[in-house]
DNA sequence: CTGTTAGCGCCTTCAG
DNA sequence: CTGAAGGCGCTAACAG
């Protein structure tokens, strides 16, 4: 029932090599064997069987895709741009949620390891000795995506937060505002929120900053949060962490009998198609998330072909995208 | 390098076959000795390899999950979903986007056998003869998730759309609508879509409808679409096939001067995490998108086991949840 | 250019 | 309860 590489041999009268040289490109056959062998497949309908070539082999062209949450839109356009890239490279991806728990994330990456990917790409809040641990016995390439390693023992890719905080700061103090307010999960869990806070107090020297804290950075948390911050320290201009931070804090001020961006004005992170379809459309700095999946999956086929890389920890651009909220 | 069984089976002094039983549980291995071998793999650090036991055993314990595209909100709940249940019965998702184009569909069952998964999850607009003659000459099992399969020759979980389309109309003709539009993308693309459609004719005998189509079904497509036929047909109340498409309807609104729900009531399908970040916050036909995952992958696990299935085509509840755009 | 021969690492009878 | 032996379907030298 099912069709092997040596019934195709037969049918073809031929060595089972030469069906798979004709399969895999590996050597050159004479153009009239190859055309026999072309035909026993397509008449026997063959399909190579990927799981006893990876045995063989020692590469099952997969990848393991290790993210905290598909369902935030951010991770969602991430792992799209890595599956693109994938695809086009003759790759596919194993996906996992990691829910960003260490134990979890370490368990994975064992997983990944029996699942013999060729590659894995990881995307997490704050890199930890466990992780960088864990990729070392699993001897496996790694490339981390939009997830800092403060000591860039990794391949990575990500933009550059620290400058993104203080271009989104000296935005809206460009803006006339005088009394910023940064609002993120909270400080220590994750080294790019923290990044862009040291940012955004970077910006300008004599200027009170205020971080408000959202346990889990949702909206319906940073709501209430954000509208005492308002009133406690008479902000007038807002740097979200996410567009889902940014939609609360334009709530909350209007909630306060403030308007946006009359009273205050708000610029948010990441640009999620959520951004252009709310009012008052957001302002943001775009961060380019279906980039980052595709340059990493890219890089990653570099290191699995040992191509020659000339950035093991590569920069993207980010960019300010005026809307209405500013 | 690599430690095989092999070299556990050296370590605790027992043949490989007995280490794989304990490994497998396959059969009563002594207490005693299954301690040395325990011991062995912790010692060397041994880990299964699962390609080697894919060959084997010609199960892979890893699914194909076919999707249109994860960057969508509704998708990336959705494989949420599934991947919660399948790492509880300890599989794994090679996850691929079809962007539903047929060709790719059906080239993407194809590699999904190559891979020799145990079985598919897949979701698409519209079911097409080449689909099915793909997934039976693949002899793979499937099941559907919140597709449509209007002969339902496949196990597939579902709402009942048709009900759900005539709740929404009937709903807004309960509050005083009395001419309806539906907004979605064009007639004969969806099968979901044309039986809403269908649902929302069907709420009353002698209402005017007109159905609005969106050929992207995107939020900036949709909203000078809206636009025009809001005048041209006097609407006061709409049913979105989509969040994104409820929040254009309810923009179109305001940009043509009218109140929203004073003027024109709106309800939308999904209840995307964005339905209640918006304001007004959308009043939707909350579909239960990660049971969508959950139900399917549960289902494709009895499949797997050959347990008895009570039915082969499941229908989730719907519901109404009212919020301030009707 | 083509065929032969070993494995890849594990599961799974079949004996004992 | 445990060991020996034969594949699973394919790749990759090594000959010819």
Redesign the pocket.
Known sequence: M?V???DVAREA??????V??V??G?????E???KRVLDAIALLGYR??AV??G????RTRTIGVIVPDVSAAFVAEVVRGIEDIATMYEYHIILTNSDAQVEREVDLIGTMWEKQVDGIIYLTNALLPEHVAAFESAQIPVVLCATEDPERRIPSVNIDNRQAGRDAGRYLLDKGCRRLAFVSIPGGQSVVADRRWHGVQGCEGNTPFVRIAVPDGRYHTALPLVREALTAHGIDGIVADSDELGLASIHAVQDSGGQVPADVKVIAFDNTRMAEMVRPEMTVIAQPMYDFGAVSMRLLTKLLKDEPVENYSVTLLHNIVERQST
């Open positions: 099912t092997t590489i040596y009268k031929v060595s089972m090599a030469t798979s040289r399969l895999n590996t050597a050159v056959v004479k009239e064997t190859k190579p069987n006893a070539r045995l063989a082999s020692k």
